[in-house]
Nanobody
Framework: QVQLAESGGGLVQAGDSLRLSCEAF????????????MGWFRQTPENEREFLAA????????IYADSVKGRFTISRDNAKNTTDLQMNALKPEDTALYYC????????????????RGQGTRVTVSS
């Protein structure tokens, strides 16, 4: 297990950018951040969960939802135990609670199956 904490959310205008960060800590003994595939999800005001992006253990494989492809970029720094989500050209429909999640397997986090998630950081995009 690992604990995750997001930061970087806020209130912005349409077209603005935000960079979210997720820090991992409290790893189960014998495991490190590089043991996990990471993903970003969001929970909309309608309480729907949406997969946004995922990155494998060393960062050389990523995948994005169509709704954010070309606007959002996921990255990770295993030395700092962080994974970031750079969000550009934000739209009002991007308003949501954003959270990161960890899984042992890349295919699991892509499929929305994860062992741990953070509490989330709220993003509000005004028109």
């Amino acid at each position: 297990q690992v604990q995750l904490a997001e930061s970087g959310g806020g209130l912005v205008q349409a077209g603005d950018s935000l960079r979210l960060s997720c820090e991992a800590f409290g790893h189960t003994r014998g495991r490190t951040f590089s043991n996990y595939a990471m993903g970003w999800f969001r929970q909309t005001p309608e309480n729907e969960r949406e997969f946004l992006a995922a990155i494998n253990w060393n960062g050389d494989t990523t995948i994005y939802a169509d709704s954010v492809k070309g606007r959002f970029t996921i990255s990770r720094d295993n030395a700092k135990n962080t994974t970031d989500l750079q969000m550009n050209a934000l739209k009002p429909e991007d308003t949501a609670l954003y959270y990161c999640a960890a899984a042992n397997l890349y295919r699991d986090v892509v499929g929305g199956i994860f062992s741990d998630r953070g509490q989330g950081t709220r993003v509000t995009v005004s028109s």
